[in-house]
């Protein structure tokens, strides 16, 4: 027993696969042994009387083929017939010989018997005695002497066929008597190696069940300890005691528990005694920083109304300022409309001069028309006197100059009347210059007033954007606060709700720690355990208001003071510092904490918020 104590569970589990695989290996190679045996004996079986079996049936079959071509050479009456049945004696003959030459070779193998040798003998003897006869029968027929042959055949012939005919059934007869007896040998050295390998199984078996009942309680006992006081650490029982018998693996395993369990006592009275105090820093913390989240709010509240003052006031001064550039940009679209009213009117002023001057050139021009009209009338008129001085033969002349005379005549009628008209739309046409030459005047007159006008207006519209603009710049900066403050009371209510959560859990983790069960000095422990705090707080707990008050400041670090009023540049925006865990019990420890604040709480402690 101390030597199984003290033996590794390694070496047991060598020693006993290493004896289970030696087993296993001397039963293969036995297995393997008996194998070689049975295939030997087979292949005995398959080269010896198989073979010998299979060529005594080819010398019968060959000895039939010639004994039946020998008789039908004797029957046979046409030289056709006869060399047919002569090439088949022929090659009978050739297949007995060559058969019977392989039969002979198979009976001189290693473990032909006696008995087969014998047979075979009297095979090949008879054969000895049946060919001569046979080849001589053959001969008489080839010579003609078909008496002779039959004579020969019944006398020698036949009786020679029956003794080869039965020694080759003797000798067939024996090969399958010897067949059985193989195939009982084979049967009963079958049965012998069977239950060879089933006693070798049965003792592989014992010894493996012997190794189990050796290595399974080696393995099992240490292993149950080892597993009933991890359960009894798990369940938080540190008050036992771990005793180490054993110098292998497990022994190892007990003393690092013992090692473990020692620790865990350390570090769970350790960690008692840093939750409570936790715990009771934490409370006067949340307690604090409720009475800061209260300012802070109030604060936020008052910021908050200024800034919608602020944003109301903002809105107006836009709402003017925009008022002021819409009418600055209607004074500047009639200044472009007056602009454009009097570049047309001076392109009209500038036609109707173009006007009078043409009219002037048609005068001339009718007058120049009226001119050739006379020219022509005067041309006529000599014309027809000529043709009057003609007689009959300037008849003709003369009507056509009347004609020419009535169109010169029709033509100056018209050209006064065109220069009569023309003559009154000249006037008319001065007329229309004069009145447009006016307007322009007082078009551009229009145009300087509205400018003056579009000027006034842009200056108010400049006026208002700079006062919207400064107006902006205050709302914008109160808003900052407003931001900033927001930001502020809610990093106040998450470090409210974080100690908050923070005091719960370290009573949770006190209440966890208690479940530990560490003998006497743990209920010494337990009886001398540190009682929470009330929120009124007395000027002895000065440590807790320092580490409040430093954690305080710290959150003041992430966010940064807001602008003056006065500055053009906005203050940079506050980042809030939450973590996860803020974000995650924020509304709901926040509340429950300003729920169950204490009313009477001296705030005077906590004037360093």
């Not at 293969?28 to 060529?55: H, K, L, W």
């Amino acid at each position: 027993m101390a030597m199984q104590k003290a033996m590794t569970i390694r070496t047991k589990l060598l020693l006993a696969f290493g004896i289970l695989i030696a087993l296993v290996t001397l039963i293969c190679g036995v297995v393997v042994r008996e194998m070689s045996q049975a295939n030997d004996a087979f292949r005995g079986y398959i080269d010896g009387i198989a073979q010998r079996s299979t060529a005594t049936h080819m010398v019968r079959e060959s000895i039939d083929v010639r004994a039946i071509a020998a008789r039908n050479l004797v029957l046979v009456t046409t030289p056709e017939d006869k060399a047919i049945e002569m090439a088949s004696v022929e090659k009978a003959v050739g297949d007995v010989r060559t058969r019977l030459a392989r039969l002979k070779e198979l009976a001189q193998a290693e473990g032909v018997t006696d008995a087969a040798k014998g047979r075979i003998a009297e095979i090949v003897r008879i054969e000895g005695q049946y060919e001569p006869v046979a080849l001589d029968i053959v001969g008489k027929v080839l010579a003609g002497d078909q008496a002779g042959a039959i004579e020969k055949m019944d006398k020698q012939c036949r009786p020679l066929l029956a003794a080869l005919t039965k020694a080759t059934d003797d000798y067939n007869d024996y090969n399958i008597a010897r067949s059985k007896e193989i195939v009982a040998d084979a049967q009963a050295s079958y049965d012998a190696r069977k239950w060879r390998l089933i006693a070798y199984c049965a003792i592989v078996i014992g010894i493996a069940i012997g190794a189990a009942w050796f290595i399974i309680p080696a393995v099992m006992r240490p292993l149950e300890q080892a597993v009933g006081v991890v359960s009894r650490v798990a369940g938080g029982d540190l008050s036992g005691t771990i005793e180490v018998t054993r110098d292998d693996e497990f022994g190892h395993l007990l003393d690092a528990l013992g090692t473990m369990q020692g620790n865990l006592v350390k570090l769970v009275g350790t960690v008692r005694q840093g939750s409570e105090s936790v715990s009771n820093a934490s409370g006067e913390i949340a307690q604090g920083n409720q009475d800061l989240s209260t300012r802070t709010e109030r604060q936020a509240s008052a910021l908050q109304q200024t800034a919608s003052s602020m944003e109301q006031l903002g809105s107006t001064v836009r709402q003017n300022a925009d008022n002021a550039r819409q009418a600055n940009q209607l004074a500047l679209n009639a200044s472009e409309v007056a602009v454009q009213g009097g570049e047309v009117v001076s392109r009209v002023v500038e036609t109707m001069r173009g006007i009078s001057e043409s009219s002037r050139k048609i005068v001339d021009i009718i007058g120049t028309i009226d001119g050739i009209a006379f020219q022509t009338n005067i041309l006529a008129l000599n014309a027809a006197v000529e043709a009057a001085r003609a007689g009959e033969q300037g008849r003709g002349f003369a009507v056509v100059a009347g004609e020419v005379r009535l169109l010169a005549q029709r033509s100056a009628e018209a050209a006064k009347q065109i220069k009569s008209l023309i003559t009154t739309s000249v006037e008319r046409v001065e007329q229309g210059t004069e009145l447009v030459d006016r307007a322009g005047t007082t078009m551009g007159d229009v145009v300087s007033s509205i400018r003056r006008v579009t000027d006034i207006m842009g200056e108010i519209s400049a006026a208002s954007s700079e006062q919207s603009s400064g107006v902006g710049q205050v709302g914008q900066a109160v808003t900052q606060m407003d931001r900033t403050t927001q930001q502020n009371a809610a990093l106040v209510e998450q470090m409210a709700a974080a100690a908050t959560h923070l005091s719960r859990q370290a009573h949770e983790l006190v209440d966890a720690v208690s479940a530990f069960k560490l003998g006497a000095d743990a209920a010494q422990q337990r009886h001398h355990r540190p009682q929470r705090t009330l929120p009124h707080r007395p000027a002895a707990h000065a440590a807790p208001q320092a580490a409040a008050a430093a954690a305080l400041d710290a959150a003041r670090t992430t966010s940064r003071p807001v602008a003056a009023a006065g500055s053009s540049r906005p203050a940079r925006p506050a980042q809030p510092a939450a973590t996860p865990l803020q974000a995650r019990h924020e509304a709901g420890d926040a509340a429950a904490q300003r729920r169950t604040a204490v009313a009477g709480g001296d705030s005077d402690d906590w004037a360093t918020f």
